[in-house]
């Protein structure tokens, strides 16, 4: 079983910062993508960002374009979320997520594995 805990999360201020990080232990499962997605109180959980093992495909949701940094480091198993110039509107559940295929990904199914989640609160 692979195992993703993410860590970070808590009370921001708008127009502040925040890092998310996301740790991967367990069955020695290859993450060919790793993805941050979000999910507000009464929506559908979204697609944030993504990363492929080589580092060199990464994507960001609309929202979060040019606010956000995802990168990644192999050796220690870990995935990062740097966000800038936080809106109230990024309020939401953070899930890191692992998926086995190195063909970059925003769909929520096509990932295997997820942690539990780390909740972020933007105060305006």
């Known amino acids: 079983q692979v195992h993703l805990v993410e860590s970070g999360g808590g009370l921001a201020q708008a127009g502040g910062s925040l890092k998310l990080s996301c740790t991967k232990s367990?069955?020695?499962?290859?993450?060919?993508?790793l993805g941050w997605f979000r999910q507000a109180p009464g929506q559908e959980r979204e697609f944030v960002a993504a990363?492929?093992?080589?580092?060199?495909?990464?994507e960001y949701a609309d929202s979060v374009k040019g606010r956000a940094t995802v990168s990644r480091d192999n050796a220690k198993n870990t995935l990062n979320l740097e966000m800038n110039n936080l809106k109230p509107e990024d309020a939401a559940v953070y899930y890191c997520?692992?998926?086995?295929?190195?063909?970059?990904?925003?769909?929520?199914?096509?990932?295997?594995?997820w942690g539990q989640g780390t909740q972020v609160t933007v105060s305006s």
């Open positions: 367990g069955y020695p499962y290859n993450c060919g993508t």
């Open positions: 997520a692992c998926r086995g295929n190195v063909i970059l990904s925003t769909r929520e199914a096509q990932y295997d594995y």
């Open positions: 990363i492929t093992s080589s580092g060199r495909a990464i």
